[in-house]
C-alpha cells in the first residue's frame, strides 16, 4: 500500500481546440507531496511547449478542498537542511513554470486553498472560484511562514493583504474577500456555473492571437526575472525552520487537530 507521501497523480489533456486542462489530485485534500509538485512543474512546462495549445486550464480532482498545501507527512520527514530546501523549491518550481510558461493558466478553484494551494491559485493568470474557496496562509501555525508562495500572493493581492493571511495564520479569509483583493476574477455560486464561466473564457482565449498572449503575459510579469534566485533563497529559509524542534512539535500538534 502507498504512503501518504507516495501518493497523488497529476494528468493533463488538450482538446481540438487547443484547450488544454491539468489536473492534480491527492486523497488528503489534495495536498502535495514532492512527487506530486515536481510533477506538477514539469506537466505546466511540457504543457506550455506544447504548440498546439492555446491555453491552459489548471485545476485539482473532486469536490471539495481544491489544495491543502504542504503534506505533513513529508514534513515531519525531513531530517536535514538539504531534504528540507529541495521538498520547498518543489513548490518555487510550480510558480516558476507557471510564471514562464508562455500560455495563460486559467485557475478552477472549487473549494480552500491553504498555503501552497493560495501559492497556486496566486500564480495562475486568471483565476475563477466557487464561494466555498476560502484561503488561509497557516504556515506560521505549524511554525514556518510562507516564505516560497510569499511573492506569488504579494504580486496578487498587495502586501497588505499577504501581511494579514501571514500573520493571522489560523483565520480563513473568505472567498468574496479573496475576490475583493484581487485573487479571484470572480467567484460562483457553485461548480457548475464556475466551469460554464471557464469554458467561455478559455473558448475566447484558443480563438486570440497566440503570439499577443505569450507578449502579454512577459508584460504581466515583468519585475520577476529575479524570482529563479529568490524562490530557492526563501526554500531555503522554509527547509531551515522545518528542521527546528518548535515546528516539529508545532506540525504534530496540527496533525491531531
Not at 497523480?9 to 514532492?34: C, M, Y
Not at 503534506?71 to 514562464?100: H, P
Amino acid at each position: 500500500m502507498e504512503t501518504a507521501v507516495e501518493q497523488g497523480s497529476v494528468e493533463f489533456s488538450v482538446n481540438e481546440k487547443g484547450i488544454a486542462t491539468i489536473e492534480f489530485f491527492h486523497p488528503l485534500s489534495n495536498s502535495l507531496p514532492g512527487k506530486v509538485l515536481n510533477k506538477l512543474a514539469e506537466t505546466i512546462t511540457e504543457v506550455g511547449n506544447n504548440e498546439s495549445v492555446k491555453v491552459i486550464i489548471l485545476k485539482s480532482q473532486g469536490e471539495r478542498a481544491f489544495c491543502a498545501g504542504a503534506s505533513f507527512d513529508e514534513l515531519i520527514s525531513i531530517n536535514d537542511l538539504e531534504t528540507g530546501q529541495v521538498f520547498f523549491s518543489g513548490f518555487a518550481n510550480v510558480i516558476n513554470a507557471a510564471r514562464k510558461c508562455p500560455k495563460f493558466i486559467i485557475g478552477r478553484v472549487q473549494g480552500k486553498a491553504v498555503g501552497g494551494g493560495v501559492g497556486m491559485a496566486s500564480a495562475v493568470d486568471y483565476c475563477y472560484a466557487t464561494k466555498f474557496a476560502s484561503v488561509k496562509l497557516s504556515e506560521l501555525a505549524v511554525g514556518i511562514g510562507p516564505f516560497v508562495v510569499g511573492p506569488a500572493v504579494e504580486r496578487k493581492v498587495g502586501t497588505s493583504a499577504m501581511s494579514m493571511m501571514a500573520i493571522n495564520a489560523t483565520e480563513w479569509y473568505s472567498a468574496e474577500w479573496a475576490r475583493e483583493k484581487g485573487l479571484y476574477a470572480a467567484t460562483f455560486d457553485d461548480a457548475t456555473e464556475m466551469d460554464e464561466a471557464i469554458n467561455t473564457l478559455a473558448n475566447k482565449l484558443a480563438k486570440s492571437n497566440p503570439e499577443a498572449m505569450s507578449m502579454l503575459k512577459k508584460v504581466f510579469w515583468e519585475g520577476t526575472e529575479n524570482w529563479d534566485t529568490l524562490l530557492a533563497e526563501r526554500a531555503g529559509m522554509s527547509g531551515k525552520l522545518v528542521l527546528s524542534d518548535f515546528t516539529k512539535k508545532a506540525i504534530n500538534a496540527f496533525k491531531k487537530k
